[in-house]
């Protein structure tokens, strides 16, 4: 990742970059980052994988919300070079190149989102949760999501679509 | 928001880590969860020289029972293990109660318990809970390892008495002498906000009689308060309406609320009366079913 700084004259600015290898969504991945640089920031603008939001900046509302060796956390406070050597899961993993996600297609079903900025956090939240617990009630899921603020609508679909997202991957799981 | 530039470390063995430290210069920072101190640093209320991550130092993921009955948490025992320790549930009320109550699931999976007495907010929660229960920090350094009363390990807001080259690397809570009762009572506006008032108990009892008290509140006051007077008044005592009213009373009053936007400060006292009364209240229920039986 390119990053450019002021030129004092004369003064050679000292930049502590590292190295870090680290996985996302599968695929293996090497950058160079300053320490200073947020895993939001190297998610967003080093990998180009927008569908992580930024919302408030400070730990409070999970928009930002991606699985770090399969637990949610919040990526605008963990630093990037925290993630060497670990597996980063955001949104754009989800879906197959052909469906998608049973949890996603529970958003669509129910009317899980309004203006869709909390949705990726969500998502990523309910996917920890449902990995861990297959049949949650409703409770469990208020529970799980409850690092996640939205103010479009109310939770009320956003419950909903987790528990479709569950029961259809309890059918599959059934099929299989 | 970015944090000011600093010098980051990742050691892996906490010899290594402490050399770090102490060849660190004026301004250390030691990185567990990250989930107050990533914070400060993106507000730049923290801009520490040096950033020494412990994350990759083995075998302080733990939390364990040793076979003196003592229950010892490693620096890097993430809220969340807590929330789901079997061995937190049936030894440990206080504990178990707290530990679904820090901050909200996410971060749970990354914060620590020894992070959170470290940093020393009034409004932590974990202070309240270690402190009732008489629990210690052992912080290891380059003069060797010493364990540190929690009581005298919080110095005032946001600061402790670890030696800038230190590392916190336990906290420790005490066998029981009696049967362990207790818990902690948290009063949010929502879910992940700090506390408007929080209240930690932990008793210890033996024949109808409480033989340990410990009480201690969070967020009323610069600092995590220990309700010394309202335990003594129980030590020795049976728990009946008279003696839980006066220890109720008297954690009032060593409450020191201030009024602001989580409420006003006769509010923030009644909370901590109310919530006395619960939690021991809670405990002359059980001692009565148990007399009972």
Same mark, same amino acid.
């Given at each position: 990742m390119t990053i450019v700084y002021d030129d004092h004259e004369g003064q050679i600015t000292d930049v502590p970059v590292r190295r870090i290898r680290f996985t996302v969504n599968g695929e293996k991945k090497?950058?160079?980052?300053?320490p200073r640089l947020l &895993? $939001?920031?190297?998610? %967003? %603008? !080093? &990998? !180009?994988?927008?569908g992580t939001h930024m919302? #408030?900046?400070?730990?409070? #509302? !999970?928009a930002c919300t991606v699985l770090v060796d399969g637990r949610p956390v919040k990526s605008c406070t963990m630093l990037a070079v925290q993630a060497d050597g670990h597996e980063i899961s955001t949104v754009e993993g989800l879906a197959s190149a052909s469906e998608l996600h049973p949890l996603q297609e529970g958003f669509r079903e129910e009317h899980g989102l309004q203006c869709g900025f909390c949705t990726p956090g969500m998502m990523l939240a309910a996917k920890a949760l449902l990995d861990e617990n297959p049949d949650p009630s409703?409770?469990?899921? %208020?529970? *799980?999501?409850? !690092?996640? &603020? #939205?103010? #479009?609508t109310g939770y009320q679909n956003i419950v909903k679509s987790v528990l479709w997202a569950a029961a259809k991957l309890r059918a599959e799981a059934g099929e299989a | 928001m970015y944090p000011s530039r600093f010098r980051y470390e990742a050691p892996r063995s906490l010899d290594e880590a402490i050399s770090l430290l102490h060849d660190g210069g004026d301004y250390v920072k030691v990185l567990a969860g990250g989930q107050s101190l990533v914070p400060l640093m993106k507000l730049r209320f923290a801009s520490p020289e040096l950033v020494v991550d412990i994350n990759n130092v083995p075998g302080l993921s733990y939390h364990r029972a040793q076979s003196d009955g003592s229950l010892h948490i490693g620096a890097l025992c993430r809220h969340a293990e807590l929330e789901r320790s079997g061995l937190l549930k049936t030894t440990q009320p206080t504990m178990a109660a707290a530990a679904p109550l820090i901050a909200d699931p996410i971060v749970r999976n990354r914060g620590t318990l020894v992070g959170s007495l470290c940093h020393a907010d009034p409004q932590g929660d974990w202070a309240s809970v270690v402190l009732a229960l008489g629990g210690s920090v052992v912080a290891s350094g380059p003069r060797g390892t010493r364990t540190i009363p929690l009581a005298g390990f919080v110095t005032g807001p946001f600061q402790n008495v670890l030696e800038p080259d230190e590392i916190a690397v336990e906290a420790v809570i005490p066998a029981a002498q009696g049967a362990r009762s207790g818990g902690y009572l948290k009063l949010e506006r929502r879910v992940g906000d700090f506390a408007t008032v929080g209240v930690?108990? $932990?008793?210890?009892?033996?024949?109808?009689?409480v033989i340990r008290a410990g009480i201690a509140l969070t967020g009323v006051g610069g600092s995590t308060i220990g309700a010394t007077e309202a335990a003594q008044a129980l030590t020795g005592q049976p728990l009946t309406a008279e003696t839980i009213e006066q $220890? *109720?009373?008297? $954690? =009032?009053? *060593? =409450?020191r609320p201030r009024t602001d936007h989580r409420g006003s400060a006769d509010y923030k006292r009644h909370m901590v009366r109310t919530f006395v009364l619960r939690l021991l209240s809670r405990g002359e229920t059980a001692e009565t079913a148990e007399r009972a039986a």
């Amino acid at each position: 990742m390119t990053i450019v700084y002021d030129d004092h004259e004369g003064q050679i600015t000292d930049v502590p970059v590292r190295r870090i290898r680290f996985t996302v969504n599968g695929e293996k991945k090497i950058a160079e980052v300053e320490p200073r640089l947020l &895993l $939001a920031h190297l998610i %967003r %603008r !080093g &990998l !180009g994988l927008t569908g992580t939001h930024m919302g #408030c900046d400070t730990t409070n #509302c !999970g928009a930002c919300t991606v699985l770090v060796d399969g637990r949610p956390v919040k990526s605008c406070t963990m630093l990037a070079v925290q993630a060497d050597g670990h597996e980063i899961s955001t949104v754009e993993g989800l879906a197959s190149a052909s469906e998608l996600h049973p949890l996603q297609e529970g958003f669509r079903e129910e009317h899980g989102l309004q203006c869709g900025f909390c949705t990726p956090g969500m998502m990523l939240a309910a996917k920890a949760l449902l990995d861990e617990n297959p049949d949650p009630s409703e409770e469990d899921v %208020r529970w *799980a999501l409850s !690092g996640n &603020l #939205c103010r #479009c609508t109310g939770y009320q679909n956003i419950v909903k679509s987790v528990l479709w997202a569950a029961a259809k991957l309890r059918a599959e799981a059934g099929e299989a | 928001m970015y944090p000011s530039r600093f010098r980051y470390e990742a050691p892996r063995s906490l010899d290594e880590a402490i050399s770090l430290l102490h060849d660190g210069g004026d301004y250390v920072k030691v990185l567990a969860g990250g989930q107050s101190l990533v914070p400060l640093m993106k507000l730049r209320f923290a801009s520490p020289e040096l950033v020494v991550d412990i994350n990759n130092v083995p075998g302080l993921s733990y939390h364990r029972a040793q076979s003196d009955g003592s229950l010892h948490i490693g620096a890097l025992c993430r809220h969340a293990e807590l929330e789901r320790s079997g061995l937190l549930k049936t030894t440990q009320p206080t504990m178990a109660a707290a530990a679904p109550l820090i901050a909200d699931p996410i971060v749970r999976n990354r914060g620590t318990l020894v992070g959170s007495l470290c940093h020393a907010d009034p409004q932590g929660d974990w202070a309240s809970v270690v402190l009732a229960l008489g629990g210690s920090v052992v912080a290891s350094g380059p003069r060797g390892t010493r364990t540190i009363p929690l009581a005298g390990f919080v110095t005032g807001p946001f600061q402790n008495v670890l030696e800038p080259d230190e590392i916190a690397v336990e906290a420790v809570i005490p066998a029981a002498q009696g049967a362990r009762s207790g818990g902690y009572l948290k009063l949010e506006r929502r879910v992940g906000d700090f506390a408007t008032v929080g209240v930690a108990v $932990a008793l210890e009892t033996s024949g109808g009689k409480v033989i340990r008290a410990g009480i201690a509140l969070t967020g009323v006051g610069g600092s995590t308060i220990g309700a010394t007077e309202a335990a003594q008044a129980l030590t020795g005592q049976p728990l009946t309406a008279e003696t839980i009213e006066q $220890a *109720a009373e008297l $954690a =009032a009053q *060593a =409450a020191r609320p201030r009024t602001d936007h989580r409420g006003s400060a006769d509010y923030k006292r009644h909370m901590v009366r109310t919530f006395v009364l619960r939690l021991l209240s809670r405990g002359e229920t059980a001692e009565t079913a148990e007399r009972a039986a």
